[in-house]
Structures are given as C-alpha cells and as structure tokens.
C-alpha cells in the first residue's frame, strides 16, 4: 500500500457533538479488504484508537487443550514479522503505540492505540498491527515462557476467591460444554500446548470474515479506510466454520447452592439465572428493570439493602450475560463467611419483590431519567467511544442504534417494566455458588 | 463494577511507574478570596464535565489510633448535610452523571461527571457537604461494616497486600506512612461519628481544598459559579499546619516474614526509604521515576531482563516509585516466584542489578527510552476526561504547582543518566531498607526482624 497519503488534521479543537445537537456522527468506513469499520472522526487530540473482536476465545480451542485461546492472545504481542519480542516491543514503545489482545469465552479482542502526530510513523504502526495480524512469531522460547507463567497463574488462582467461584458456576451450569473451557485450564492441558496449535488456532480465527470493527480519532474517513486496508492486507479471507453446540438447559443445579471450601474471611458469591436474549422485544425494559434492581450503583435495590441499610458487603450488582448460544442474568456480591446465609436470603427476597410487586412509578421515572441522561457519558473520551462502538457491534445492533438508543429506551413504559420482572425473572431458579468457607444460615447475630 | 468504588491508594498508585504527565493540559487556575484554588482543564469532545474538589489532607493526618479515618469520612461524605439529607447522590443519577471519591495518604478526593448543563446544582451540593455534613448513627454504623468489608476485599482475601501492608509498618514505625489507608481492621471497628466529625471539623474547609473541573467549560465560565458557591464559605482561619511526625533515620535492614496457606507461590516485596519533593536528599524527583521505568517498563528493562529472561527464576518482577509524596516514601521492588525457587537467589540477583545501577549507572539508550514512554502517556491522558484533573489534582496536594506540571516535559528531559545513577546510589541502601517475604506455610503467621522497638 504504497503512496497512501494521510491527510491529518493536527491541533484542530472538535467538538464532538456541533451546536446543541444530540448526534454523534458515526459512519462505516470500508476499504478494499472487505473489512467495515465503525467510524467516529474527531480531531480533539493527536490519538487514534482502533478496536477489534474476532469470533473465538477458550469456548472455540479443542478440548484437553484449555488455555490455548489465552496463550495466543498473549503471544500475539510477543513479536512478529521475524522481529523478536524485545524488539516488537521497543519499536511499539519508540512510536508510541499501544497495543493490547485479549481472549474471552467467545471472543478475542485487540485494541490498538497510537499517536498521529507524524504520518510515516502511524503508518509504521499500522504496519507493525498488520504483521501481528498475518505473521506473529509464535517462537517455542516465548511459548514455553508463556506456559510457564500461565501454569504458576493457576497454582495461585487456587486461593483466589473470585475466580473458583466463576470455576465452580461454569461446571454448574455447563458441564461439558465448550463454555466451561475457560475456567478447566490444568497444568496439563497448558502442557499439551504446541506451537502448530498456536498457529492453527490463529487461522481459523484471526480472519477477515470474523472480525468486527470500530475506529475513533484523529483521521479522516479516507485515511481510515487507507488504515484499514493496511492493517487487514494479507490477512486470512476466512474463519473456520466452528459450531458452538447448543447449551442444554442448566438442568444440574437449579436452585442449588454449590460450596467451593476456601480459607478466606470473605466468601465470593454469585447467584445466576436464565436470562433474556438481546434480540428480544422486551430487552431494553428488562435494561430498566435491571437497573432499578441491582444495575444502577446506589439507587439500586439490591445496593440499598444489603450495603446500605445491612452493611453487608462493599459491593453488589446484577447485571445480564450474553453468549451465542445462553443467556443468563447473574448477581455478585462478597461478604464476611458469618454472613453469607442472611445476604442471600436478602437477595433472593428482592428478586421475589420485584416479580410481586413490580416497581413504583417514581423508580420508573428515575431509572428512565439515569439512562438516558448518562447515555452521553459513554462518549467522553475517544477511547471509550471506540470501545462502545465495538461493543454494540459485538451485541448484534445495527448502527442506528449509536443515536436510536434513547428514543427506543424512551418508548418502554411502566406496565413494560413490571411486565418484564414477572416474564423474565425466576427466584425459584436462583442458583447459588459460593466460595470461601460461608455460613449459609439464613441469619446470624453478628 | 462496583459503583461508588471509593478507593484509597496505596503508595504505588497508577503513576508509580513513572507514567505521570506531559503536562500539556493547559490549565488555567485562579484563587477565590477564601484561599480555594480554582483548576480547569479545557476538553471540547463532548458536553460533559467533570467537577471534582480535592482536600489537601489524608491518612497521614489522622490522630494515633484513629487510622482509616479520613477513607471512613470520605465514605460518610455521602450521607446528607442539614439541607440535604440523605446526601445527594439520587439528584446525580436523576441527570445521568457518575460519582465517586477517594482516598489516599496526602489527599481526599470527590468527583462528579455531569452533563455541563448540571454542573452548578452539582458545585452547590459539593459546597454544601464541605461544612454542613450531619451525621447519626443509624447511618455510621452500617458504613462501618461496609469499610471493614472493603478492607477484607481488597487486604485480608490476598495475602500479597497484607505482606504489602506488613512492609510498609517495618518500614515506617513513627510515620503515618506506615499506617494502612484503610485502617487497620481493629481500628476501623471504633471509629464512630465523633471520630469522623472532628476530623471533618480540623481539616474540611476552602482554604484546604481545590476546585479541578475538566470538560466543556473554561475558567471564565466557572469562576461567578465558583464565587457563587465556594467563594461564600469563610476561611477556616484556624486551620492547623500540619504535623507529620518524622520517621528516624533507620541503620538496619528489617525483614518481614509472612506465611500463609493461601500462597502457592512466593513474593519478595522490598521497599527502600526514599525521597519526596518536599524532602528530596539532594536527588532529582524524575530520575527516581525514570529508574522505575528503566528497572521495569518493559520486558527488556534490567529487572525483567535479569530475573524472568536471563535467570528464569521469576514469574514477574516490577519496580515503582511515586515522587508524588510529603515527607517520606518508598522506592519498591516487588517480584513474584516460584515455592521452589531460593528466597537469597532472588534477593542476591534483584540486589546485584540495583548496585549495579548504582555502581555503573544506565546507558543514554535506557535513558531515552524511558523518557520517550513517560512522555507519551502525557498524551494519552489528554484523552481521558477525568485524568487530567487526577494528575494535576496529585501534584497540586503534593507541593508542585500548576507550572510545575505544565513543565514536566523539560524537568524529564532535563534528568540525566548521572542524575539516576546518583538517585539510585543514594536509595538503594540495604541499611534503609525493608525485605518482605511472602511464601506457603500451614498456618498464617507474620514475623518481624531487626526493628528495636515494638509497634503499638
């Protein structure tokens, strides 16, 4: 891609949103790979963020071989092009980039930041993100290192609350499904790690068809699509076509209380359910619904009872989880052990409160005015406009939705609200997974 | 995540690294007549603020006895003033904003992102809660138990903060600086509305406190709204000069052993006594920065290179330093290991690549790079709404001035390679220093060498 000028606007104060105007002017960019972008050009600092997801992740890596979606992310970073780790590294540093991969259950995620100050250097770090993307170096030194300290992480993730009850809840809830696979890493599943996994792995998943996109910052649509076609040159056309099964139901464990035995003075618990997909109808009053709940920080239900009245723990929140193939909708919250027994029974008698009784007309009114008027908030920063961007592409919606969102949140009423608590929230189906050493008594005098 | 994080920092907060800023934010800054200096920080992306007031006092200030009680106040800041009761949190999520505050050893902090068409409810409320903060019990005791659940989150379910924890007290056994942020739990459990009003009463008022507002607004916009509603309150013309106690000089290595059944690894944690801006041992505050960077910044950097790549003994191995400080601080080497790795090999290699440092000094090339990435963050942060004022608000509690900030840049540019070898020959005494162990034991135990008198 020779000859690509960069047109740059430096030092050009812009606002984001001209005169009084709701909208944020996003376009798709597309250049001559086949990859859309999501685009938002702003020229309010020298920066341009560039964030992307791949169809993949620790639910799409063959079983017995657990960790091998986490390990690639990590060597993706590690060199590339022939160019060793500490070198990747320094030119990454001495053109002020930063670049960042990441791997979920279902996905792998990459952010890439750089300055823009000097044309030929951004295009040498777009240069460097394509050779990541086409030619990483998966050296056996740098995966051996890698294996390494993934297997120390899992001897000290044995006493990390948190994580043994994520552990715990995904072979509740998933068994043998590829879903549990991010949290059945062993030592030997690590072992069984070779560098043609690696590779094999990448290609079926860092491809041009499995891929989404969003850009913000300091270029201009055509030097986004010029960006784009550098960074995806050369990259694989397309994503091995792997089928995710479907989930059968959480049969196993509805309404159970599962116990990982921990010697911390707080126990780490979560109560999950099935949830509400994101296509349905009803998804944004669920959105509200959940916000009065336990969404909404200290105007919440859950918030207001068991920190704020009970002194209960430091934090509390329910909130949904999206995978292709579940929906859930899950609360966490930690407290001492004596007193885990009363926090649940306090939990579980709000998710039957709100099922009863619906919500008053004022909670409505407030939950409707926090989320609209914070909708703003998710652009206040070019970094988190492009993660926003991304995440909405991640959830299905179409790019409509960036500047739809309120008026389609403002159509959802009351009736919708308390309709939706009763629809789609199960008290009966609570299951409960807790790790540390809790007294589940449903209270106690301390 | 968890909404309301008040956080407290500990001594390595996020710029420990050395990533603080370029200092190309541009504030402009005025002072009411009442002695409350006035920050903005101009950023047109959208049409949103964010309006923060920073007390200059922390847990250093706290009385004997009493630590964990500026975080305990800065959490009983929410709870209503005699106009407000109840606080006012419920207004901010009515018009969409976020709110939070924090804690750290030389400062307080309390925040709100807004749309900008609500910043002046926003400045009346905070205004408000400076001097007419009410409190009952019914409201303190449950906070109580929601700190000493926080403290259990964030120290007493990891064992590597309570060894961090441990550290700091051998370090610091006259100085608050030994004195956890959060308190220590038995002292949380009798802090009460008494404790926490004094407190407020001393140290809460305009003449203590700064106005940061960043976003989409400039300082001839905000200073009638600052008039309005800061520039009423009165002066607390009694306001005590501050009075940290001095730690001594320390002539012995301290050794901190903690056990724990909940470690599967093990973790040196080294802390060496070393300078502030205030009190600066003839040494250059960024050449202390820059040897973090160089020590640790990235995987090629002396530390990593040597302990993780070379030797292979260790997992990780990660250097801070915060000049960010008042009166004392610490310069900390935390490495984490293998349980079948040597404890002395460890403290044999990390201790040969600071003499060395110290001995033959570092490389033009380090010192470039280093300064190259500390430089870039200055950039980034123009980004972030609220970071610029964190920075600024950081420095401005720490003894800098605003123009200290803004000539960062040069101040960096200015440290030379002698000046780090300097700082680093000055600060790497064995004798001024504390080595933490963390490693797998049956039962949970802590042991403390070398100090001559027992702690309280």
Redesign the interface.
Known sequence: MNGVKFFLIAGLFFGLLPGASAQIDVKTVKGGTGVTAWFVENHNVPLVYVNMTFKGGSAYAPAGKEGLSDLMARLLTAGAGGVDKFEFQEKLDDLGVKLDVESGIESIDLSFQAVTENAENLQAALRLLNSVLTRPNFSPEDLEHEKTLAKAALKQLRSNGGYQMKKLRAEKLFGAHPYAREYSVTESSVDAIAVDDLRRFFTERLARDNVKVSIAGDLTPEAAAAALDLIFNGVTESAAKTEIPAVEAPAAGLAQTFVHKLSNPQSNITLVQPGISLADEDYLAFTVMNHILGGGSMSSRLYTEVREKRGLTYGISSYPEHFDKVDLIAVTVATRNEKVGETVGVVKAEWRKIVESGVSPKEFEEAMAFLTGSYIMRFTSLAGISSYLLMLQKLNKDIAYVNGRNSLLKKVTLQDVNRVAKKVLKPDQLMTVISGEPNLAPSSSN | ?????RSFWPVAVFFACGAAAAGVFNPKTATLKNGMQVVVIT??????VSHQVWYKIGSIDESPGESGNAHFLEHLM?KGTSTKPGGF??EI??????ENAFTSRTLTGYYQ?L?KQNLETFMALEADRMTNLVLTDEQV??????V???R??RI??N?AALLSEQVDAALFRVSPYGLPVIGWKHEIEKLNTETALRFYKKWYAPNNAILIVT??ITLEELMPLAEKHYGVIPANENLPKRNIPVEPPQTGRRTVVMKD?????QILNLAFRAPTLDNAWGLNPEAGELLAQILSG???SRLSARLV?NDKIA?VARASYDSMSIHDNSFEIVV?F?ADIERERILNAVSEELQRVAKTGVSEDELL?AR??ML?EG??A????ALPAQIIGRALTSGYSISDVEEWPGRLERATAADVQKFAAKVFDDAASVVGWLMPGAEPSVEVKGVENERR
């Open positions: 995540m968890f909404p309301r994080l950023n047109r992306l959208a049409p949103v929410f949190s419920k999520a009515l018009v969409g904003g976020q992102n749309p005791v449950p906070e109580r138990q929601v000493v659940e926080e259990r989150t007493e379910n064992p976003g989409d059944p909940r470690a599967n690894a990235s995987d090629s790549y997992h984490q293998s790079k190259k990435k870039i950039v980034y123009r980004d972030s709404l």
